[in-house]
């Protein structure tokens, strides 16, 4: 008696999986929780940061300058200068740090500017700092316009005081080429929103 009531048992059991197996809700139970756990999906890691250290070794030698200046901004002024001259750029004591010497002149409206800057690699943040200079008034200009390339494109920002404004202020390097680049300076006077462009300078070798 005994035997028989555990054979009808087991038959049971076999009949109930079976039925499970064909229909998992008929006992019950969803059908996700008649499935192996699977352990969770390990994340990507996170792609390194790109080694900026010789985006300007481009820039290393003698160009010649071409600029054209928009002297009223944020007016909605269309009124350019251009001025003619020279960009000569040396790397700092054997460093990726380079400095800048720059010279230009409009002879028709006896216009002249002259400067300097200094660019600084950060390996931690694999970022650019760029300064620019007044040697003859012994001033450094800050902030400086922090940033990196993406591609053959590089984009430089900070936020500063202009005419008692807030503004955002870019620099944009483009058009790179061994024999030539250009240089563009722009303002946004909301955050971003809008940006007009002031300053365009083309270099060639």
């Not at 756990?37 to 160009?63: T, Y």
């Amino acid at each position: 008696m005994k035997l028989r009531l555990i054979c009808l048992l087991a038959t049971l059991q076999l009949s109930l999986f079976s039925l499970a197996a064909q229909d998992p809700t008929a006992l019950g139970v969803s059908a996700s929780q008649l499935q192996p756990s699977r352990p969770p999906a390990a994340s990507a890691p996170a792609a390194p940061l790109r080694d900026g250290a010789h985006d300007f070794d481009f820039l290393i030698g003698n160009w010649k300058a071409h600029v054209r200046r928009l002297p009223d901004r944020l007016v909605g002024s269309t009124s350019w200068t251009e001025y003619d001259g020279i960009s000569n750029h040396k790397k700092l004591l054997d460093t990726n740090a380079n400095f800048e010497e720059f010279e230009v002149d409009n002879p028709e409206k006896h216009l002249h500017i002259k400067g300097q800057t200094l660019r600084l690699y950060n390996p931690d943040s694999r970022q650019w700092s760029i300064y620019t200079l007044d040697l003859d008034k012994g001033i450094l200009n800050l902030p400086p316009v922090v940033g990196q390339f993406a591609g053959n494109r590089g984009e430089f920002y900070d936020q500063e005081q202009y005419k008692g404004r807030a503004i955002l202020v870019r620099y944009a390097w483009l058009n790179i080429s061994p024999k030539s680049a250009r240089m563009e300076q722009s303002f946004s006077p909301d955050g971003g929103k809008t940006w007009e462009t002031n300053w365009i300078c083309e270099l060639t070798r």
